[in-house]
């Protein structure tokens, strides 16, 4: 610890072991991109982590540290990667399953690739209808699955030699559901493990597990986990950091990009109609009512809490915001997303922007799990435990402490991330205010 840092920070010694449910296109090409980056065949473009730098004193001090410099962060060579799947491919061939990558790239890593094998996943047919898998633990109650799982955790923390572990959900999107009785205590949620309440998921069966390990939970998807008083009890009794939930890619990436400027500029919005088209496992899944509903919840919210209608009736109180995801198998991974916006300006004026976006969900979503894996640690090394809303950055849902609405402007959550980072090296945080330069 520096003299001026206000949390003791361990260092980043050893490996850092990735604990990851779900290992389709977002982990395969999160895996194989860490190994290109690796072996130099490939930039990190996308990953805050290894890329920005942050600004540290007065405009007029010239102190830009790369991110990775100004805090310790393990380095891409000590991760070390554990998966879960319902399916029994190696990450080789379920990279090449996903069809994100070029198998020219991929025949270079397929030694590293193939080396890494999913264990049996925790699974229900109830919470992910349209896909089915053979590579399942076997039949035991929610708490047996749960012991499983924590047994996994201590096997792969003995064999890959890892210091420190984090969890980040990558699988698959389950249907929605709404905190209930059993998600109310650690109490009631230990009883529920035990009598196999229907209430309870397979993602929080593993965020159960980690947790109980004192390892980190994050949630790229947008269904119900670790946001639940019982889990958010449990993280904090544990000292363990949990944050979620939906990485913010794609359309609702664009979205937070110009929603803070139209409102900054107060024009108004009178509709809001995205509609996307994607073709991989993830848009199979999706196309199912229960998991799309999970998905809609948190789309929708982002624009909402930006827009703020309650402060803002006569811009944005009458706003019609729709989205629609719809599967198309041809496009497999590069989903398009076309947004169509109906704005008014000066006397109410109306004009329109058109977004077509055409994308690669798992491109835009791997660096995601890389910054969130590095940052979780580094969390939990600096003794922060709960919700992390400083990690609102990544997320279109992001997790807040009870009674607080979210952030959704990526550009306040960014300020957010920095200064938070800033605040761990008792660093002065930047306010914008600048009246000093004109004494
Ligand atoms: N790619 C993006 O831009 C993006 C953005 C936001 C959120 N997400 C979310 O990230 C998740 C992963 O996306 P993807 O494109 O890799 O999907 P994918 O369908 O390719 O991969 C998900 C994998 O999870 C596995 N799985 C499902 N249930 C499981 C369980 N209980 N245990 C272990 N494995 C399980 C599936 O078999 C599949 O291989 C999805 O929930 C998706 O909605 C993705």
């Known amino acids: 610890m520096s003299a001026q840092d206000n949390v003791r920070i361990a260092p980043a010694d050893g490996k850092l072991g990735v604990l990851i449910p779900g290992m389709g296109a977002v982990t395969t090409t999160f895996i194989a991109g860490v190994e290109a980056v690796k072996r130099g065949l490939a930039k990190p473009i996308g990953s805050v982590t290894q890329l920005s730098t942050i600004r540290l004193g007065k405009r007029t001090d010239g102190r830009s540290p790369l991110i990775k410099d100004f805090v310790p962060l393990a380095s891409l060579e000590d991760l070390t990667i554990g998966t879960w799947d319902i399916f029994e491919e190696n990450a080789y061939q379920a990279a090449q399953h996903a069809g994100v990558l070029e198998k020219s790239l991929l025949d270079q890593l397929r030694e590293p690739l193939e080396a890494i094998c999913p264990q049996p996943a925790v699974f229900d047919h109830e919470f992910v209808k349209r896909i089915h898998g053979p590579n399942l633990k076997p039949e035991g109650s929610k708490m047996d699955h749960a012991e499983m799982l924590m047994d996994d955790i201590r096997k792969f923390r003995e064999s890959s030699g890892a210091a420190r572990l984090v969890m980040i959900w990558c699988g698959s999107t389950e249907v929605f559901h709404k905190p209930a009785e059993v998600h109310a205590t650690i109490r009631n949620f230990e009883c529920g493990l035990q009598k196999n309440d229907p209430e309870i998921s397979p993602s929080q069966i593993y965020a159960y597990a980690a947790l109980k390990s004192g390892v980190p939970y994050a949630n790229g998807a947008p269904h119900l986990t670790t946001d639940t008083p019982a889990l958010i009890e449990l993280a904090r009794e544990r000292n363990v950091p949990i944050c979620g939930k939906d990485f913010k890619t794609g359309q609702t990436f664009m979205k937070t990009l110009i929603a803070p400027g139209l409102k900054s500029r107060m024009l108004g919005v009178s509709g809001w109609f995205s509609t996307n088209i994607l073709g991989n496992r993830d848009g199979e899944v999706l196309d199912d009512p229960g998991s799309f509903k999970s998905k809609e919840e948190s789309k929708l919210s982002a624009l909402e809490q930006i827009l703020q209608p309650d402060l803002y009736p006569d811009l944005y109180k009458n706003i019609y915001h729709k989205v ?116």
């Open 324 to 439: 629609r995801i719809n599967y198309y198998p041809p496009r497999g991974d590069a989903k398009e997303g076309w947004d169509n916006i109906d704005i008014f300006g000066w006397l109410g004026y109306p004009m329109q922007i058109k977004i077509d976006f055409l994308c690669r969900d798992s491109i835009l979503a791997a660096p995601l799990v890389l910054d969130l894996v590095l940052f979780m640690d580094l969390a939990q090394r600096a003794g922060m435990r709960g919700v992390q809303e400083w990690l609102s950055f990544y997320f279109k849902a992001p997790m807040t402490a009870p009674g607080l609405y979210p952030e959704h402007d990526i550009f306040i959550q960014l300020m957010k991330l920095k200064n938070t980072l800033r605040w761990m090296r008792g660093e002065a945080l930047i306010t914008h205010l600048g009246l000093e330069y004109y004494d």
